[in-house]
C-alpha cells in the first residue's frame, strides 16, 4: 500500500468543499475499532499471469461505509471475489469477522451480505418469492410473509410490486429487492458492487439514504464504485484503486478539503502525470 | 439448505411457459402413442385372428393330411404396439411343412408400406428423441444460465456449500422433468385397460420397466446437459456442444456402430445360401437321376413276364425312390442346417460387435433395453422361427399319425398299378377336419427371462446417470463462479 497523504494535503487548497448531503444520514464516529472486514496484504494473481491485486491492505470497521473507487481492472471487483470466497488469493488474507475467507468460507459467508452491481434474482419469482428463496438460503429461516414485505416497504418498493413477477422490474426495483434481501439475512458485514451504476438520480438517492441507515445500525459496509459523488457523500473513508494498489486513502474529514474527483483523476492518470501536477 | 434448493429448482423450472408448451406436447405424444398403440393392437389381433380362421378355412375338403401345409402366425404382442422395435419389419407368417427350411415372411411394412414411410411414434422414439431433447432444453443453462443472470453469485455469497447447491439443483430438475411424466403415462395405461388390450401382469411389469429405462435415460440426459453447463460459462455455448453430442449419441454412434460392425463381421445373403443350397440339391438331383436311370436299365431290360412280376419290380423302385429321396432330404437338411447355424452365428458376432459399439451411447442402450423388455428386439424372429419349428416337429408327428408320412413340399410320385380293366381302383375320399390340427401357440419369455437380458442395459443407464451426474458435480466444484 503506498500513500501520499502529505502531498494530498498540500494541495488541500484546489480542492472542492463536500456536496450537501440533504438528507442522506452522514458517517457518525465509529464506536468499534475492530474491523469486521480487513484484508491484509491481500495479493491475486491470475492463472495468466495478470497482477489484479498486489498487497492490498485494508479495514472496514462496524459503522462504516469504506468505498473503493478506481477504473476497471482496479482490482475492486477482485477484492470482493476474494471476500465472497470465489477465488483464492496468491498470499495474504481476506477476514470477515476475523475468519479467513479461504480457510473457512462457509462460516465467514455466514457474517456477510451482498449486492451486486446488475443484481441478478429470477424473473419468473415474484419480489417476495425471491426475497424468500434467498433470505432462507441466507439462513433466516422464520421470516413470515409480513416481515418480508416490511423488509421490501423499508427499501422503498411500492406494495403492488410485491407480487409481481421481477422481469418487469427496472435496475432500481432490482437493487432494492437485493438490499432488501441484505437487510433481511442481517448480516454484520455489507458488500456491494458498484450499487449505483445504472440507476437515476431519484432511486442513487435512496439507495445512498438506505446505506446511511444501514451504516447507522452498525453495518459494516465495502463498496467498489466508480461514482465520486455517491463515495463523498455516503463513506467514511475512500480508498483510491489503480492497478490492484491502494494508492490513496482517505478519511471522510480529510475529504472536507479535498476536491475527491481531482484527487481520482490525478491518481488515475499513473505516477509521471501525478509528479507533473504537483510540480 | 437442499430441500430449499430443490423447491426453487422445481418452482423455477415447472412455473415457466416454456414448461407447460413442451410439457403439454410430450404428454400429447405419450398419451396418443398410447391410444393408436392400444388400436393398432386390436386391429392386429383382429387381422391375427382373420389369419388363423383363414388358414382352417383353406383346409377345407381337403381328403389327406400330407396335403396340408399350415400357415401359422405371429400373434400381436401387447407391448410391441408400444415399444415396435422391429415387430413391424419381421415376418410374422411362416408356412410349415412336415419338413424343409422355415422361413416367416410377409411383416406388416411389408403388407403395407406405406405405415413404413413415416413410422409409429412409439415411446422408444419419444423417449430417445423427444424427451431427450426435452430435457437438454431444460437442463442446458442450469450453471451457466445462472452465471450469466448473476444469480449463481448472490446465491453463492451465502453460506451454501456447492455440494448442496448442485445436488440440489440435479435433484429439482430430475424432479422437475420426470415426476410430471408419470401422469400421461398413467393416462396411457389407463387407455391400455380401457381399451382392453390383453395385459397381463407379466406385461404391466415390463412396461414399468420400459418406463423406469426410460426415465433413467431422459436423466442421464439431464445430468449431461448440467455437466456441460459446468464446464461451459455461456448458455450459448452449452447448448450447441450439447446439441451435438445429442446428434452423436441419438443418430450418429449407433447407425456408425451398424455399419462398423457390418464392416467387421461379413454375414451370407439370405440369397447367397439359397444358391449354394440349389446347387447342392441340383448336384444330388443329378446323382439321384443317374441311379434311377441305372436302376431302370437293370430292372427294366425287358417286359415283365407276369403282372406280379411288374408289381414287384415297382415295389423295388419305390423302395429304391424312397431311400434315395430320404438320403438326398437329410443330406440337404444337414447343409442347410449348417448354413443356417453358419448364417445365425455370424449374425450373432455382428450383433454383438454392433450392440457393443452403440452402447457407448445412452441412446442405443436405451432402445436396446426398452425393445428387450417389449420383446420386440433382434431376437423376437429367432424365438418366432425356434418356436415354429418346435411346431413343425409337432405338426411331422401329427402327420405321421395320420399317414405314416410327412410332408416336404417337393415332387411326389404315384405309381398306380391299371387293373385288367384299364380302371384305377376306387377308394372312398374322407375330408380331414382341421380342427384336429395342432394349434399354434407364441409364448413370448418370461419376465425373469426378458429381465436377465436387459440387466446389463438398465446397469449401463444407471452408470451413465453416476459418471454424467458425478461428472456435473466435480465440474461445479471447480466452477468459477465470477
Given at each position: 500500500?503506498?500513500?501520499?497523504?502529505?502531498?494530498?494535503?498540500?494541495?488541500?487548497?484546489?480542492?472542492g468543499?463536500?456536496?450537501?448531503?440533504?438528507?442522506?444520514?452522514?458517517?457518525?464516529?465509529?464506536?468499534?475499532?475492530?474491523?469486521?472486514?480487513?484484508?491484509?496484504?491481500?495479493?491475486?494473481?491470475?492463472?495468466?499471469?495478470?497482477?489484479a491485486?498486489?498487497r492490498?491492505?485494508?479495514?472496514?470497521?462496524?459503522?462504516?461505509?469504506?468505498?473503493?473507487?478506481?477504473?476497471?481492472?482496479?482490482?475492486?471487483?477482485?477484492?470482493?471475489?476474494?471476500?465472497?470466497?470465489?477465488?483464492?488469493?496468491?498470499?495474504?488474507?481476506?477476514?470477515i469477522d476475523g475468519?479467513?475467507?479461504?480457510?473457512?468460507?462457509?462460516?465467514?459467508?455466514?457474517r456477510?451480505?451482498?449486492?451486486?452491481?446488475?443484481?441478478?434474482?429470477?424473473?419468473?419469482?415474484?419480489?417476495?418469492?425471491?426475497?424468500?428463496?434467498?433470505?432462507?438460503?441466507?439462513?433466516?429461516?422464520?421470516?413470515?410473509?409480513?416481515?418480508?414485505?416490511?423488509?421490501?416497504d423499508?427499501?422503498?418498493?411500492?406494495?403492488?410490486?410485491?407480487?409481481?413477477?421481477?422481469?418487469?422490474?427496472?435496475?432500481?426495483?432490482?437493487?432494492?429487492?437485493?438490499?432488501?434481501?441484505?437487510?433481511?439475512?442481517?448480516?454484520?458485514?455489507?458488500l456491494?458492487?458498484?450499487?449505483?451504476?445504472g440507476l437515476?438520480?431519484?432511486?442513487?438517492?435512496?439507495?445512498?439514504?438506505?446505506?446511511?441507515?444501514?451504516?447507522?445500525?452498525?453495518?459494516?459496509?465495502?463498496?467498489?464504485?466508480?461514482?465520486?459523488?455517491?463515495?463523498?457523500?455516503?463513506?467514511?473513508?475512500?480508498?483510491?484503486?489503480?492497478?490492484?494498489?491502494?494508492?490513496?486513502?482517505?478519511?471522510?474529514?480529510?475529504?472536507?478539503?479535498?476536491?475527491?474527483?481531482?484527487?481520482?483523476?490525478?491518481?488515475?492518470a499513473?505516477?509521471?502525470?501525478?509528479?507533473?501536477?504537483?510540480a | 439448505?437442499?430441500?430449499?434448493?430443490?423447491?426453487?429448482?422445481?418452482?423455477?423450472?415447472?412455473?415457466?411457459?416454456?414448461?407447460?408448451?413442451t410439457?403439454?406436447?410430450?404428454?400429447?405424444?405419450?398419451?396418443?402413442?398410447?391410444?393408436?398403440?392400444?388400436?393398432?393392437?386390436?386391429?392386429a389381433?383382429?387381422?391375427?385372428?382373420?389369419?388363423?380362421?383363414?388358414?382352417?378355412?383353406?383346409?377345407e375338403?381337403?381328403?389327406?393330411?400330407?396335403?396340408?401345409?399350415?400357415?401359422?402366425?405371429?400373434?400381436?404382442?401387447?407391448?410391441a404396439?408400444?415399444?415396435?422395435?422391429?415387430?413391424?419389419?419381421?415376418?410374422?407368417?411362416?408356412?410349415?411343412?412336415g419338413?424343409g427350411?422355415?422361413?416367416?415372411?410377409?411383416?406388416?411394412?411389408?403388407?403395407?408400406?406405406?405405415?413404413?414411410?413415416?413410422?409409429?411414434?412409439?415411446?422408444?422414439f419419444?423417449?430417445?428423441?423427444?424427451?431427450?431433447?426435452?430435457?437438454?432444453?431444460?437442463?442446458?443453462?442450469?450453471?451457466?444460465?445462472?452465471?450469466?443472470?448473476?444469480?449463481?453469485?448472490?446465491?453463492?455469497?451465502?453460506?451454501?456449500?456447492?455440494?448442496?447447491w448442485?445436488?440440489g439443483?440435479?435433484?429439482g430438475?430430475?424432479?422437475?422433468?420426470?415426476?410430471?411424466?408419470?401422469?400421461?403415462?398413467?393416462?396411457?395405461?389407463?387407455?391400455?385397460?380401457?381399451?382392453?388390450?390383453?395385459?397381463?401382469?407379466?406385461?404391466?411389469?415390463?412396461?414399468?420397466?420400459v418406463?423406469?429405462?426410460g426415465?433413467?435415460?431422459?436423466?442421464?440426459?439431464?445430468?449431461?446437459?448440467?455437466?456441460?453447463?459446468?464446464?461451459?460459462?455461456r448458455?450459448?455455448t452449452?447448448?450447441?456442444?450439447?446439441?451435438?453430442?445429442?446428434?452423436?449419441?441419438?443418430?450418429?454412434?449407433?447407425?456408425?456402430?451398424?455399419?462398423?460392425?457390418?464392416?467387421?463381421?461379413?454375414?451370407?445373403?439370405?440369397?447367397?445360401g439359397l444358391?449354394?443350397?440349389?446347387?447342392l440339391?441340383?448336384?444330388?438331383?443329378a446323382?439321384?437321376?443317374?441311379?434311377?436311370?441305372?436302376?431302370?436299365q437293370?430292372?427294366?431290360?425287358?417286359?415283365?413276364?407276369?403282372?406280379?412280376?411288374?408289381?414287384?419290380?415297382?415295389?423295388?423302385?419305390?423302395?429304391?425312390?424312397?431311400?434315395?429321396?430320404?438320403?438326398?432330404?437329410q443330406?440337404?437338411?444337414?447343409f442347410?442346417?449348417?448354413?443356417?447355424?453358419?448364417r445365425?452365428?455370424r449374425?450373432?458376432?455382428?450383433?454383438?460387435?454392433a450392440?457393443?459399439?452403440?452402447?457407448?451411447?445412452?441412446?442405443?442402450?436405451?432402445?436396446?433395453?426398452?425393445?428387450?423388455?417389449?420383446?420386440?428386439?433382434l431376437?423376437?424372429?429367432?424365438?418366432?422361427?425356434?418356436?415354429?419349428?418346435?411346431?413343425?416337429?409337432?405338426?411331422?408327428?401329427?402327420?405321421?399319425?395320420k399317414?405314416?408320412?410327412?410332408?416336404?413340399?417337393?415332387?411326389?410320385?404315384?405309381?398306380r398299378v391299371?387293373?385288367?380293366?384299364?380302371?384305377?381302383?376306387?377308394?372312398?375320399?374322407?375330408?380331414?377336419?382341421?380342427?384336429e390340427?395342432?394349434?399354434?401357440?407364441?409364448r413370448?419369455?418370461?419376465?425373469?427371462?426378458?429381465?436377465?437380458?436387459?440387466?446389463?442395459?438398465?446397469?449401463?443407464?444407471?452408470?451413465f446417470?453416476?459418471?454424467?451426474?458425478?461428472?456435473?458435480?466435480?465440474?461445479?466444484?471447480?466452477?468459477?463462479?465470477?
Amino acid at each position: 500500500m503506498q500513500l501520499d497523504n502529505a502531498s494530498d494535503r498540500d494541495n488541500a487548497s484546489e480542492l472542492g468543499s463536500v456536496p450537501d448531503l440533504g438528507s442522506v444520514p452522514g458517517p457518525g464516529p465509529a464506536t468499534n475499532p475492530e474491523p469486521l472486514l480487513q484484508t491484509i496484504e491481500l495479493t491475486k494473481r491470475y492463472e495468466d499471469g495478470v497482477l489484479a491485486l498486489d498487497r492490498l491492505s485494508l479495514e472496514v470497521a462496524p459503522g462504516q461505509i469504506y468505498a473503493m473507487l478506481g477504473g476497471n481492472g482496479a482490482g475492486k471487483t477482485t477484492t470482493l471475489n476474494l471476500f465472497l470466497g470465489f477465488i483464492e488469493p496468491t498470499s495474504g488474507e481476506a477476514l470477515i469477522d476475523g475468519i479467513a475467507t479461504h480457510v473457512d468460507p462457509l462460516r465467514a459467508k455466514e457474517r456477510i451480505a451482498y449486492v451486486s452491481e446488475n443484481v441478478a434474482l429470477y424473473p419468473q419469482f415474484t419480489a417476495l418469492q425471491n426475497l424468500d428463496f434467498f433470505v432462507r438460503l441466507g439462513g433466516r429461516k422464520s421470516l413470515d410473509r409480513e416481515q418480508l414485505s416490511t423488509a421490501l416497504d423499508r427499501v422503498g418498493l411500492q406494495r403492488e410490486a410485491h407480487n409481481k413477477r421481477l422481469k418487469g422490474f427496472s435496475k432500481g426495483m432490482r437493487q432494492k429487492c437485493a438490499l432488501a434481501i441484505a437487510i433481511l439475512k442481517d448480516a454484520p458485514a455489507i458488500l456491494l458492487d458498484e450499487p449505483t451504476s445504472g440507476l437515476d438520480p431519484k432511486a442513487g438517492m435512496e439507495f445512498t439514504h438506505l446505506l446511511g441507515e444501514l451504516r447507522d445500525e452498525g453495518k459494516a459496509i465495502l463498496m467498489s464504485t466508480h461514482d465520486i459523488f455517491r463515495a463523498k457523500q455516503i463513506a467514511n473513508r475512500v480508498g483510491i484503486m489503480d492497478r490492484g494498489r491502494l494508492v490513496a486513502e482517505r478519511e471522510r474529514h480529510e475529504l472536507a478539503g479535498e476536491d475527491l474527483e481531482a484527487l481520482y483523476v490525478r491518481y488515475m492518470a499513473g505516477p509521471s502525470e501525478e509528479v507533473a501536477c504537483l510540480a | 439448505m437442499f430441500g430449499l434448493i430443490v423447491r426453487k429448482e422445481l418452482r423455477e423450472i415447472l412455473g415457466t411457459p416454456r414448461f407447460a408448451a413442451t410439457f403439454g406436447v410430450v404428454s400429447l405424444l405419450i398419451v396418443l402413442a398410447f391410444y393408436l398403440g392400444a388400436r393398432n393392437y386390436g386391429h392386429a389381433r383382429t387381422q391375427h385372428e382373420a389369419a388363423v380362421a383363414e388358414n382352417l378355412r383353406q383346409m377345407e375338403g381337403l381328403t389327406d393330411w400330407l396335403q396340408v401345409k399350415p400357415s401359422i402366425s405371429l400373434p400381436p404382442q401387447p407391448l410391441a404396439s408400444l415399444v415396435s422395435g422391429i415387430s413391424n419389419d419381421v415376418g410374422r407368417n411362416v408356412t410349415v411343412m412336415g419338413l424343409g427350411t422355415l422361413r416367416a415372411s410377409q411383416s406388416r411394412y411389408n403388407e403395407d408400406p406405406v405405415l413404413a414411410v413415416f413410422r409409429f411414434m412409439d415411446l422408444d422414439f419419444i423417449f430417445r428423441v423427444v424427451l431427450s431433447l426435452f430435457a437438454i432444453l431444460f437442463a442446458y443453462d442450469l450453471v451457466s444460465g445462472e452465471k450469466e443472470r448473476g444469480t449463481l453469485r448472490l446465491a453463492l455469497s451465502n453460506a451454501v456449500p456447492r455440494s448442496t447447491w448442485i445436488l440440489g439443483k440435479l435433484s429439482g430438475a430430475v424432479g422437475a422433468l420426470t415426476l410430471p411424466l408419470l401422469v400421461p403415462l398413467a393416462i396411457g395405461g389407463l387407455l391400455l385397460v380401457v381399451n382392453r388390450v390383453p395385459m397381463q401382469s407379466g406385461d404391466w411389469l415390463r412396461l414399468g420397466l420400459v418406463v423406469l429405462a426410460g426415465l433413467l435415460y431422459v436423466a442421464a440426459n439431464l445430468g449431461v446437459s448440467v455437466m456441460v453447463s459446468a464446464l461451459t460459462h455461456r448458455s450459448s455455448t452449452s447448448f450447441l456442444v450439447l446439441l451435438v453430442l445429442w446428434i452423436l449419441a441419438v443418430l450418429v454412434l449407433p447407425r456408425s456402430a451398424v455399419l462398423l460392425a457390418a464392416r467387421s463381421v461379413a454375414v451370407p445373403t439370405v440369397d447367397e445360401g439359397l444358391s449354394q443350397l440349389g446347387r447342392l440339391r441340383t448336384q444330388l438331383w443329378a446323382e439321384d437321376r443317374q441311379a434311377i436311370d441305372t436302376f431302370l436299365q437293370e430292372s427294366m431290360s425287358g417286359e415283365p413276364e407276369s403282372p406280379e412280376a411288374a408289381a414287384s419290380i415297382v415295389g423295388r423302385f419305390n423302395q429304391f425312390f424312397q431311400q434315395r429321396s430320404e438320403a438326398r432330404s437329410q443330406a440337404l437338411e444337414a447343409f442347410e442346417a449348417r448354413l443356417t447355424e453358419q448364417r445365425a452365428n455370424r449374425q450373432m458376432a455382428q450383433e454383438r460387435w454392433a450392440f457393443s459399439l452403440a452402447r457407448l451411447s445412452p441412446a442405443a442402450a436405451f432402445s436396446i433395453a426398452a425393445t428387450g423388455l417389449a420383446g420386440t428386439a433382434l431376437d423376437l424372429p429367432r424365438q418366432f422361427i425356434d418356436q415354429a419349428r418346435a411346431y413343425q416337429e409337432v405338426f411331422e408327428r401329427f402327420q405321421k399319425e395320420k399317414t405314416g408320412g410327412r410332408s416336404s413340399g417337393g415332387i411326389q410320385f404315384a405309381i398306380r398299378v391299371a387293373s385288367v380293366d384299364g380302371e384305377a381302383p376306387k377308394e372312398e375320399a374322407v375330408a380331414i377336419d382341421p380342427q384336429e390340427l395342432p394349434a399354434f401357440e407364441f409364448r413370448a419369455p418370461s419376465v425373469a427371462a426378458v429381465l436377465h437380458r436387459t440387466a446389463f442395459d438398465l446397469a449401463l443407464l444407471m452408470l451413465f446417470n453416476v459418471l454424467f451426474f458425478a461428472g456435473a458435480f466435480v465440474a461445479f466444484l471447480r466452477y468459477d463462479v465470477r
